[in-house]
């Protein structure tokens, strides 16, 4: 340790005060500042000393201070040689030991002389141990470094400790912990029998002090084995027993002392009737009086005997007491489960079947009975006693009887009911509903009679009747014609309007006609019985409808008839010249009734006018051609084609014949002005200049499409772009300015029929398909492109197309034919020599 | 009086007698006196733990024989 100090002290350029071998003074020494050297150097001097002396301690004491000095000036000197600033030091050493010496020395003055020479001796001894103790030194320093602590003694703790200011060890207070770890020391030894021993002798104690206080209580009471002297004398017995008769006469005596006392005081009857009143508080059956029995008196059966026990209530419930028999309590539950059991249904809405109650009381109606003993409770049966705890069923019984007697009073409401219908009419309700059927029959009788009789006498002569009963095969028309024919002549002269014909019966039909003739001439018999009188009334109102139906199928006969009857004179007429056109007489028959200013409107005839302009009319080629036809004939065309109400183009007509004038002559106009005005247009300035070539074709005036702008690949900023909403125009000015008439085409453009093509280019000036126009649409309407992926597969395809485009015809995609081309020019061989290894046919040798 | 040793695990093992009043600068300046740093050089440690100059040694519970380990700052 101290060697340890020597060594840094060496290492320390800084002048330190002295202590080269002192580790406290050289511990302080180099803490503190230099100028206070001169004071630790005594210190140091007498450290230097001390911590030579604490190591050689233990053998020399004494001897080591002379010694010390001595080999800590001898050291001095050696280390003086070493280096100055050493030297220096030992200098200061010396005159430390110097001072020190004298001090130290003071005591051994005597021995010095002689120590001197033997110091001297020594000091060379000491030099050599010094070496040694040197040598000794480093290697505890190393020692100490390898784990070796470094310790100061208590008292130069406490010098330090002084030093620094501090209070001195505490040296009472060192624990005695036998030791540190690296000296253990052995333990106190802990003697467990004697410490058990103590634990024994602490209970006996206790437990004799408690033996002791027990002996005291007890001891008052006598043991078993105690003798008692009058159990075995007898004399003794009869002594103790004479005594205890004794003292009960005296106790007697006493009581009856006491009692007349009592008595004289008057207080004897209280106290009887303190211990005599418990008797009184019996319970009876008159008490039972008022209480309820929660069963129906049903259920008591005459000759059983049932206990009735009070029935279980909270104890803070203040409800009087119920009476009930356990079993029948049981019972009555396990009946209620079983009815819960069966499922019956909840809700029947018809179940109340009476109104009345059994009593004859209107009951009350009640809605969703399920739910009356949830919320207003369960209503429990029940009855109370009477007097003396009887009850008896006297007064239900009474009630039974009465509820029998009502219901068997009561009348229902229900009917008779319903029943099957009877087929067949009953004689009552024969003769409610019908009345008397004769009459009818006997009128029924009568026409048949009229039909027959009176008929066939009539007609024979009739002139309508020619024996000729009709056919078929002549058709209607032909028997008018005969009798026209007949009565022709005496017709002519009168008007030739065939509706004020006579009327003759038309049709073959004879009976409908001998039936309307038979009523018109049927005088109503004057004696009719009044019975008939109801008939009659209905027989005019028939006679009338029939009469006015009659009339007016005549007239449609008699109308048609007559338009034949006048086809027939013209045809006769005009012999076979003419066509059997049906299609056109008949309008010419209508002509003339028409010219004479009669409009007939005929369904047919306003439906076709209804129909509006047929726009193939007059194409079909039944008609005549417009050439052939001359003027007149044309006119009649027209007139025909105007008047007719048949075909129905009346308002049509009259304008399509005056459109096909029209037209005619903007025909002639327009051949007339191109053929003429071709030299004229060119001296008349720039724009007939223009027309002319346009005419001609020179001038190119297709609009050419010019291509779209470039789409922007990415999204269209919806900032930027917005859909026009056309209903949002509301303002009442803008509205004014809507046109809202009818709206028609315009005539001059009829024939114009335009060839629209749309064509739709894309960026690069590609046409585009419909399905990629449609796609750059709607990419353009939502404001929204492909994505990434979508864009790159199109821009790929689009360059597959365009390679595609580029690929040659006639080669192949390597362009090998090219190439065999080239091979051969250069080999000027017509062939191409394929030999070799594998090796040598790479790309090397077949390329350029 | 307990004996403390301080360690510096590099040559420097040192066994200080004190008190357990003293605070842990009167320790760390016995500890300079033997060692030969400086006082406020030193840092005592035990583990993570730094000692702090102004507790005493008691209140650390540090006691006799325990050892320190010695740092420098």
Redesign the interface.
Known sequence: MGSS?KH?ERGEAAAAPGAGSG??G???G??EDPPPASAPAPASASASSSSSSSRHREHKKHKHRGGGSGSGSGSSERRGKRSRSRGERSRRRSGGDEAAAPGGSSSRGHGRAGERGAAEAEGGRRAKRERREDGHETATALK??S??????S?EE?NK??AK?G??P???G???K?AG??EDPMAADVINPMALRQREEIREKLAAAKEKRLLNQKLGKIKALGEDDPWLDDAAAWIERSRKLQQEKDLAEKRAKLLEEMDQEFGISSLVEEEFGQRKKDSYSSRDLQGLTVEHTIESFQEGETLVLTLKDKGVLVEEEDVLVNVNLVDKEKADKNVELRKKKPDYEPYSQDESVDDMAQAKPRVLLAKYDETLGGLRRPGFRLAAGGEADGTAQRELQQVREALRSQAQSLAGPGPRLAAEYLTPEEMSVTFRKPKQRVKRLRRKEKLLTAEDLLALGPAPSDHGDHGSRSRGRGRRQRVQEEGEGESQEEADEDPLEDPPPPPSDDTRVENMDISSDDEALPPGSPPVLEEDEAEQELQKQLEKGRRLRQLQQLREGGDKVAEAVRRLARAGPGLDADMGVEPEEAGAEPERKGAIVFNATSEFCRTLGEIPTYGLAGNREDPQDLLDFERDEERSVTGASGSDGEENMGWSTVNLDEEKQQQDFSASSTTILDEEPIVNRGLAAALMLCQNKGLLETTVQKVARVKAPNKSLPSAVYCIEDKMAIDDKYSRREEYRGFTQDFKEKDGYRPDVKIEYVDETGRKLTPKEAFRQLSHRFHGKGSGKMKTERRMKKLDEEALLKKMSSSDTPLGTVALLQEKQKAQKTPYIVLSGSGKSMNANTITK | ???V?C?DRL??????????E?SIR?LK??I?????T??DKIVLKKWYTIFKDHVSLGDYEI???MNLELYYQ
């Open positions: 100090k840094r580790t406290a050289g511990g302080a180099p803490a100490s470094g784990g070796e602590a470094l310790s100061l208590i703790t330090l400790r620094l501090l209070k060890l505490e040296v207070t060192i624990k912990e540190t770890k | 009086m307990i004996e040793v360690n040559g420097k093992k040192v066994r200080v007698k004190c008190n357990t003293d009167d300046k016995l300079a006196a033997q060692t030969g400086r006082w006691h006799d024989g």
